[in-house]
């Protein structure tokens, strides 16, 4: 466990080198690449939870280090066009810095924070998560979520995401397998140049998850498949959970 927060932390970073790419040329796309490009992006950016359901209570914390991958095959070559013909790629890294904060009555509140290095893709997120059953030895918890996404520091495009899901989890030790099905809603919009070409794109897509939560006292590592939408997500979190 020693060992994976620097090897997320390399992987992480050698990811966002690799495929850096500033999107800056957005007015090249037709309006079916915007589109395409706009459902992974959406499903990219999208709020990826990484933790399980059980609320964490008055006094709990969940901090960690979050690194996403997704599958932006689909559209690859759309953001290659859309950020001046640099070598396409089919994956997406995303690195975050993710805080959680139980409150009473069993409502967790989280936010992270995320930023791609050598790229101006920047994004923020957070989420606001209400249990309908709390959990315990004989039964699982089930909770409501709702969330949002920003995506900044593109000058031509304004995309944000807001999702609604249900989850459930039920502990058995320190493992904690977890699952979970919503909707998100995204809504892209070209911004500068790229608003004379191209029009705005709302877009509903389907979201399914499972993960599996592990919790060494204060350490604690996270894993999570998603599919939202056509596009694959893989996360990892590691960090301390009480």
Known sequence: MK???PLLCLIAGFSSTASAADISTM??????EFRLLSEDLGSALSYK????TEPLGITGFDIGLEVTSTDISKSSAALATASGGSSPIT????????VAKGLP???DVAAFAASIPTTNIRLVGGELRVALLKGGVAYPAIALRGAMTKL??????????KSLDISISKGFLMFTPYAGVGQVWVTSTPQAS??????SESI?????????????????????GDKTGGASSYSAKFGFRW
Not at 194 to 199: M, Q
Request: aromatic share 6%; glycine share 6%; net charge neutral.
């Open 3 to 5: 060992k994976l927060l």
């Open 27 to 32: 007015q090249n796309l037709a309006q079916s």
């Open 49 to 52: 939870p990484v933790s399980p």
């Open 91 to 98: 994956t997406l890294i995303i690195p975050k810095i993710h």
């Open 105 to 107: 009555f069993g409502i």
């Open 152 to 161: 900044s520091g593109v000058e031509q495009l304004a995309l944000d995401t």
């Open 194 to 199: 790229a608003a004379t070409v191209l029009t």
């Open 204 to 224: 509903t897509q389907n979201k399914v998850f499972v993960g599996a939560n592990l919790n060494f006292g204060l350490a604690n590592f996270a894993l999570e």
